[in-house]
């Protein structure tokens, strides 16, 4: 008896060590002091996966580990970040990133140093495309994939005049560039009668609203976020820009840009976003409720991505029974996972996750700002043909 | 446009002409009379937001607006006695490195305090609907401060002109050093404006939220701006001040109303240069009396023992080829960015704000070089200095024809425009996300044999840039730099001084660019943009400006800091601006300024 006791005793060590020495190590690198709104959620929900992860028992026998840092929201401070997490922490697989250009340079790196790479956050449609390549994944939709799904509804308008207005840098041209032609392809004949892109952070607000009125569009499509999402939503409330136009907005739904905007919410605008306390699919209410109970707070656009990034890693390991890069890459390609947001494929094709956002229109709420009529967008629903994608990936 | 869209971006160019005015006019003030290029600025605004919007909620918007102007005046007299005060008489431009510091800790402040998300302000009560003007709707609050503006401008008009306190500061702004022979208390004076361009940044923070959400990003941006007026009004002239941001503020409603609103990235910019080009000491601004402070000469450093120093990094990859060759490459980039750096700044006394066109004309250069036309990676280094040095030749030019504060300023306009380009420019340099795949050849890939290279080559420029400060030449700028007439009189060319020193500066920032560039991979425009150049001066500073190896030793110092603290302090912003404002205290020469003063004892 004695001796089975020392045995199993034996064996609880070995393993036990075993567990601590030989966990999954994820190297975690994001602009925490740059974009703190969206990445404090994010950085709580990927805590909140690793806990669940470990507490049930790891992944393929082995525990979790993360190890995050800032990056500085530089691409070269990023890089060398990058580097600290492979040669000093020896990181089994790179994860994170906010901004494209950081996101980029660190895909970039990872091709280089042949280490994996879950780009998280990035929307930049060239990580998995143009840029694209063996060693990066990137889980949320991509810029083209949120406009796509905007498309359908703007479409249904029959609406002639379009005015845009987009941030001046890669995510505006490109949203741009993108509703533009998918538009003219769904509703011929359609007029794009002014466009204004501010500086990222800078917009002129008054003199925008006031040059987009001017072209009396019959809508609009912006792709503004943060304080200049703020800025136009005030500025064109007051000067009634919106009174008879439809506003089609990226991102604007997400609790993160939605919830500063408050009585100013502005009624009937499309939007892609997340509506976190209307959505009761069985997996979303464990998410949330195991969110709420842990962070005492509700979760954001951000902790869905943090909390999902983290379980594709787990899932991936399980799948290659293993942490090795090779093997890990091989998994990822075809992965079939659960989220909050219901069942995600990791694309072999192009390294794109079909993690979908909830499209809807904005409404106002006992003075707070709410999304209404929402639908779920499958993200493998909006991607363009095969041979358009193996066209822009050089592999 | 329509004569009624004129009207209307007309009344939008005043509406935001009034607010970048009270934000310059403090900005103006301080300078004017103390020299102080206050960076913390647009941070004191910015707590003047934050405040406002968090005291509206309690006493009403009306009533927040005063309190956070008097609060962000007892902040502003706090920062002058416990802190400027006690570095008066540090080499110049040490303020620059406090207030740099206070940036920092301000940020994080704000982040700790009010949290990471935007905070939209109520809109004024009373002035909250819209007026109908030419067919359109405006703002009546747009009208409230379009009436504000010139109101500020006419008490701080009064204020100078018709009071005694008012004649102090303009006497003090004409000649310091005779204001103070002539008896006037500068303390008090410093004490004073100092507390009243602080209470003018918190007014004008707290009037502008009902226009835009208090954030955290509002800061740096704002500093640039509240610059680009001051300067292109004339430093310390507040009717410049006032003439310079209606012009900016309606040339921007126009380029938007004409929908060339991409070009509104950089106008501010292209005006400043074109002012200054034009008009060296902006539009009503006077040449600033020179300091008669003295300058060091280069005496005793810490230069010979840098063989040794080469040495023992040599051996480094024998120890480890770990990360800690990554960080002694960075470490190694940015020391020969800051020493070239040092090299206008010390011997040439020219300060450069935008020092990072030249390191980002580099790495473009190279990149391109080497991505576009398929060039051998060495080849492409080894021509990038010539790009970067054929950039100072052009900018160079205009520059010398300035001096002091406009100088800085102009080289800071010109370093945006390129900048700019390079962030817009899509087809040639990858706008906004920048180049990648601009990796080493490959016998230089291993992480030792890229570090042995750029250890060889930096340490061989640095001893080049060192070796020119000491010969013909850099007695020659130091002549210059010293006392420009007495230079001319003795046969230099002091303009070919000063446009050569550009050229070598410019030379060297673009080899560490170009360095910079293939140690990462990819480079995108954040190698041209501001915090790159103010880094760069930040070394400098740091290290200590009056001697030559102080540079050296402040990279590496920043860039260590940066990366521990990083790793190892959620708010490591606060944390490096609180390690700078200590050293700035107990070290006011800088490091090997400090070290240097021990040993001369």
Request: net charge positive.
């Amino acid at each position: 008896m004695k001796r089975t006791l020392l045995i199993y005793l034996c064996l609880f060590l070995v393993t036990a060590d075993a567990f601590g020495q030989n966990a999954v190590k994820i190297g975690e690198l994001n602009s925490y002091k740059v974009f703190p709104s969206f990445l404090e959620p994010y950085k709580k929900g990927m805590e909140l996966a690793i806990e669940e992860i470990n507490r049930s028992g790891g992944a393929a026998g082995r525990k979790l580990e993360l190890v995050t840092r800032d990056d500085g929201g530089t691409p070269g401070d990023a890089v060398r970040v990058a580097e600290e997490l492979i040669a000093r922490e020896k990181v089994n697989v790179l994860m994170g990133t906010f901004a494209s250009n950081v996101g980029l340079a660190v895909a970039n790196l990872a091709a280089q140093r042949k280490v994996l790479f879950v780009a998280s956050e990035p929307l930049t449609d060239k990580i998995v495309w143009e840029n694209g390549n063996r060693y990066t994944f990137r889980l949320r939709p991509s810029t083209y994939m949120q406009t796509a799904m905007l498309v359908p509804e703007a479409a249904k308008l029959k609406k002639r005049r379009w005015a845009i207005v987009y941030p001046n840098y890669e995510y505006g041209q490109s949203a741009t560039a993108s509703f533009k032609k998918l538009l003219s392809e769904a509703q011929p004949g359609v007029e794009f009668v002014a466009e204004q892109a501010p500086a990222l952070g800078k917009i002129e607000a008054g003199a925008v609203v006031q040059a987009l009125a001017q072209a009396r569009p019959d809508a609009i499509f912006s792709s503004l976020f943060a304080a200049d999402l703020q800025k136009f939503v005030r500025e064109g409330n007051t000067r009634g820009l919106f009174k008879n136009t439809v506003v089609f907005n990226l991102l604007a739904g997400e609790p993160e840009y939605l919830d500063p905007l408050k009585d100013e919410t502005p009624d009937g605008w499309w939007v892609t976003g997340y509506p976190w306390s209307e959505i009761n699919t069985p997996e979303h209410k464990a998410f949330r409720d195991a969110y709420q109970k842990r962070w005492n707070d509700y979760p954001r656009q951000g902790s869905v991505v943090g909390y999902t990034a983290v379980h594709a890693v787990a899932n991936a390991v399980r799948k290659a029974k293993s942490a090795e890069t090779e093997k890990l890459v091989e998994a990822l390609k075809g992965l079939q996972m659960q989220t909050p947001f219901g069942p995600v494929t990791w694309r072999a094709i192009d390294h794109q996750s079909t993690m979908g956002a909830y499209v809807g229109q904005l409404a106002k709420k006992d003075g707070k700002g709410t999304m209404v009529n929402w639908r779920y967008a499958d993200g493998a629903k909006y991607q363009p043909a095969e041979k358009e994608i193996r066209a822009l990936r050089k592999e | 446009m329509s004569g009624s869209a004129v009207l209307l971006q007309s009344l939008n160019g005043l509406a935001s002409a009034s607010s970048l005015f009270v934000l310059a006019a403090g900005l103006s003030l301080i300078f004017g009379v103390s020299r102080i290029v206050n960076f913390a600025h647009g941070s004191l605004f910015m707590l003047g937001m934050y405040l406002a919007v968090w005291l509206s909620a309690r006493v009403g918007f009306w009533a927040g607006v005063p309190i956070a102007a008097l609060v962000l005046a007892a902040l502003g007299f706090l920062i002058e006695t416990l802190l400027l005060r006690r570095i008066y008489r540090a080499p110049e431009l040490l303020q620059l490195l406090a207030t740099f510091a206070l940036v920092l800790v301000i940020k994080d402040f704000a982040l700790w305090a009010w949290g990471p998300e935007d905070m939209l302000g109520p809109r004024a009560p009373g002035l909250s609907g819209a007026v109908s003007i030419a067919g359109g709707q405006f703002p009546q609050y747009d009208l409230f401060l379009i009436a504000l503006g010139p109101a500020v401008f006419v008490l701080l008009h009064f204020l100078l002109t018709r009071t005694r306190f008012g004649i102090l500061i303009r006497a003090a702004t004409e000649d310091r050093e005779m204001a103070g022979a002539l008896g006037v208390n500068q303390r008090w004076l410093f004490t004073a404006v100092f507390t009243l361009g602080a209470a003018l940044a918190g007014l004008g923070g707290a009037l502008a939220i009902p226009r835009e959400p208090a954030n955290l990003e509002i800061d740096l941006a704002l500093v640039s701006d509240a610059f680009v007026v001051v300067v292109v009004g004339g430093m310390g002239s507040i009717p410049g001040a006032f003439l310079a941001a209606l012009l900016i503020g309606g040339i921007k409603a126009f380029c938007i109303g004409l929908g060339y609103s991409k070009i509104t990235l950089v106008a501010e910019f292209i005006v400043m240069a074109a002012v200054l080009v034009v008009r060296p000491w902006g539009l009503l601004g006077r040449p600033i009396a020179v300091s008669r402070a003295p300058q060091d000469a280069f005496g005793i450093s810490s230069r010979r023992a840098m063989p040794l120093v080469v040495a023992v990094l040599a051996l480094v990859p024998l120890l480890s080829d770990g990360y800690i060759l990554i960080l002694l490459t960075d470490v190694l980039v940015f020391a020969l960015f800051a020493v070239s750096l040092h090299f206008l700044l010390g011997p040439g006394g020219m300060v450069s704000f935008g020092h990072a066109a030249y390191f980002g004309l580099g790495a473009y250069g190279a990149a391109l070089l080497f991505l576009r036309w398929q060039l051998p990676m060495e080849l492409s280094l080894a021509a990038a200095p010539l790009v970067a040095a054929g950039g100072a030749v052009l900018f160079g030019w205009f520059c010398v024809r300035l001096s002091g504060i406009y100088l800085a300023m102009l080289t800071l306009a010109l370093a945006q425009i390129v900048w700019s380009v390079a962030f817009q420019w899509d087809a040639v340099t990858g706008g906004s996300n920048g180049l990648v795949g601009v990796w080493p050849a490959a016998w230089l890939s291993s992480r030792t044999a890229y570090y042995l290279a750029t250890l060889a080559l930096c340490a061989a420029s640095i001893a080049c840039l060192w070796r020119f400060a000491v010969s013909p030449f850099g007695y020659a700028l130091r002549a210059s730099r010293d006392s420009p007439l007495r230079a001319e009189a003795s046969g230099i060319n002091v303009r070919a001084q000063q446009w050569a020193a550009f050229i070598v500066a410019g030379g060297f920032a673009g080899l560490a660019g170009a360095l910079f560039a293939f140690s990462k991979g990819s480079i995108s425009p954040e190698t041209l943009s501001v915090p790159r150049s103010v880094d760069g001066l930040v070394m400098v500073l740091l290290g200590g400006v009056q001697t030559l190896t102080g540079p050296v030793w402040g990279a590496a110092i920043f860039t260590w800091l940066e990366d521990a603290m990083s790793r190892e302090i959620a708010y490591w912003r606060a944390g490096i601006g609180a390690v700078i404002l200590l050293l700035v205290l107990a070290l006011p020469g800088g490091l090997e300024g400090t070290l240097k003063r021990w040993f001369s004892r």
